[in-house]
DNA sequence: AAGATATTGTTCGCAGCACGAACTTTATCC
DNA sequence: GGATAAAGTTCGTGCTGCGAACAATATCTT
């Protein structure tokens, strides 16, 4: 049970009836479809005649085709009804440090094409760039219209203002990306931190249905945190919430790029298993700490040595698994999600990683916690896939009420 | 933005405009009361005749009452509305290992009466005591109906069953308290943690009105973390998140109850903060580790003797303190409410503890997090308070939607 | 072959609700 | 004593879901 916020509410009016159950039957087609009148009154409790008159106004509206007739061992034959792919076009924007993908997707969440641009160093050029990209994207896949883009950025997004504030790899700092590129598109532009994307994509993935409590953790050279609670984006004061992955987990660790001393992400990112790499190989040099002179192996490498059996990389591999059990099991206790997803190339070692990951698990946590841990494949692009989740919520939310 | 969960969905009806709009008037009389239907009209955005016949409605229900008529410069006397305190009592209850406090509140959530008794050890002695007395309290108190009884516990509720699943300070496993309550006392029974009911108490003080984002911390034998977030409390999944206080901060520390090594509250509880004492104690007289000739000194009697300048027992407060803003910095790094509340014994002595804490967290904490930490007054009595506003949600919530 | 039965989907009158204009009530100001 | 102002009420309108009756379209039974 929510509180009402009286600094921000919404009055109810007679149409706010129809929005909720326009809602609730767009939802029930998108997880049904194809589906007859029939049995949305079914699925829903409504009426029959007020789903043929709800399904009639959003066929008008073109979210709904008919389509093929049923077959039934009696009686009439039922329309299936469908979502209508063709009515609109969702674009999704994936920014990492070093590529940007974008793509295009229909209302069922269907990718139609994708590209990839080298990211732009300066913000500024980065939205030109962008910007000209979309809208050939979006030439080149006419829809009826676009109903928004979705952009996931590895950064800080004020909730408030929407700007982005703070996003290191990129080295961007307090900067308004939507502003230009809405007034740019003629669309509307959604913000979002990639680990929250990953939530976001994993929520309205279908997989959980029910699932109200969803964390997403990604690893890359740092550590997000996404956090679903009771079906909803937890963005904190200003949007800075999740930022697990600067949680302090031990008092003598080597410095964190934020400034403080043994940060989760110190130990358990990619980063991370480089460094160890790194170090086990310098000291059999007799090179102990002189950073300078490691070769930073990339962390894909590592993986690939792991797989052809290397010793050392596997420990690295080993070191990195344990410390990401370790903050995970604070994110179980702590916050007992129904499904932990984790994103990151690590999962492609997901067969080693996993049970020591569990181990450490098991190790640190109080309960035997319910918590579903799911790696996710990287080909699944679950950062693009929350792109298009960020514009879909907008149609397909619970309504904005009191 | 919420996503309907099509498992549990409620389609909206013709009185759900009603029920919304009523619950949004509820709320606003709440916050500006005396007001007039003038007042409620411009704070509403609804129309004058539209205030009018809500609160016709509710007045016809009892839920609030004309009171006396108000003064202006000009033009017709306004007739000021408020809640009807008759209307309705609630009971409260907060379960402690050693004392159960028993409350009558109304509608306003000001007390009208107060008892304790001591907890029972057997948990169906406990339901026989309290029903006793709770139907003793209601007999002295008489109202027109008695909305619900909210009970705060040193454990953990099953959000399904709502069965008390453990409580370790109580030595219960697995109990029914909410049925046999219920049907004692024919009045709906609402169970909840106690840090949860913080939490609660804290979003419905009105002290913090659009704050959606709020993490209530209970320090006593052990540590408990009650969130809210988006305005609404988080359960987790079967109801057990929160359990912060057994997230590992060392490797190499103490065991805790919950049998895992390390654990933030057996730093930064009460039971910690004795445990230093002895220990200081002991070495003094050359007794390290030795746990059964450890004389346990009370928390209180620590608070005592660091008021009178005892050094031993001020650097265990201090140690406590340290350990305890360590932890708050993860929960801040992590959630970034925009508040955080303490509660506990420890927060008499917040002129010396709060320095540490807040130096703990500005040495942790990634960001200059906007989180304000609030230390409660114990003879606030917030367990109790959130009890009541376990009950007082259910009308003064957001209604339940799609 | 014809009526019985089953199922889908539509039509239509009704009741609940918010809207908004007109109206009533009750003051003070000039 | 009329103008002005504000609070609160009344009433007709439009939107919505409800539910019963009805139309459409099948198969099954006799």
Not at 31 to 59: C, F, M, N
Not at 93 to 122: C, G, H, K, W, Y
Not at 155 to 180: C, M, N, Y
Not at 212 to 234: E, F, K, P, R, Y
Request: glycine residues 8%; hydrophobic residues 40%.
């Amino acid at each position: 049970m929510r509180k009402i916020n009286l600094n921000s509410f919404q009055v109810a009016s007679s149409e706010t009836v129809r929005d909720i159950n326009s809602r609730i039957m767009l939802n029930l087609v998108r997880k049904h479809q194809p589906v007859s009148r029939a049995d949305l009154t079914r699925y829903s409790g409504l009426q029959r005649s007020t789903v043929s008159a709800i399904t009639e106004k959003l066929i008008a509206d073109r979210w709904l085709k008919e389509g093929a007739v049923g077959n039934l061992p009696r009686g009439r034959k039922p329309t299936f009804l469908h979502l209508n792919s063709e009515r609109a076009g969702i674009v999704g924007v994936d920014v990492q440090s070093a590529v940007t993908t974008l793509a295009v997707a229909d209302m069922s969440s269907r990718f139609l094409a994708q590209e990839s641009i080298q990211t732009p160093q300066n913000p500024n050029d980065f939205v030109a760039r962008l910007s000209s990209r979309i809208l050939d994207l979006m030439r080149a896949h006419p829809k009826s219209s676009y109903e928004g883009v979705g952009i996931s950025l590895p950064g800080r997004v004020d909730s408030a203002s929407q700007r982005l504030i703070f996003a290191p790899s990129l080295g961007w700092t307090d900067f308004d990306l939507k502003t230009p590129l809405e007034s740019a598109l003629e669309v509307p532009v959604e913000l979002e931190n990639a680990a929250n994307s990953c939530a976001l994509a994993e929520l309205w993935s279908g997989r959980h249905e029910g699932a109200g409590n969803l964390v997403a953790v990604t690893v890359s050279d740092g550590i997000g945190v996404g956090m679903v609670m009771n079906g909803q984006l937890v963005r904190g004061s200003s949007g800075v919430a999740g930022e697990f992955g600067h949680v302090t987990q031990s008092q003598d660790g080597p410095e964190c790029r934020c400034g403080n001393i043994g940060c989760w992400e110190v130990f358990a990112s990619n980063a991370a298993a480089v460094r160890y790499y790194a170090e086990s190989s310098s000291v059999r040099k007799g090179e102990i700490g002189s950073k300078s002179n490691m070769a930073s192996v990339p962390f894909g490498d590592i993986l690939r040595l792991v797989d052809q059996g290397d010793v050392k990389a596997t420990l690295a591999l080993n070191k990195m698994a344990k410390h990401l059990g370790d903050g995970l099991a604070m994110l179980i206790t702590g916050l007992a999600p129904d499904v932990l997803v984790i994103v990151g190339d690590v999962t492609r070692a997901w067969e080693r990683v996993g049970p020591i990951v569990s181990e450490s698990i098991k190790r640190r946590s109080l309960t035997n916690a319910v918590t579903r841990i799911i790696p996710t494949d990287p080909e699944a692009q679950p950062r693009l896939r929350g792109t298009v989740a960020m514009v879909l919520q907008k149609h397909f939310g619970a309504p904005v009420i009191a």
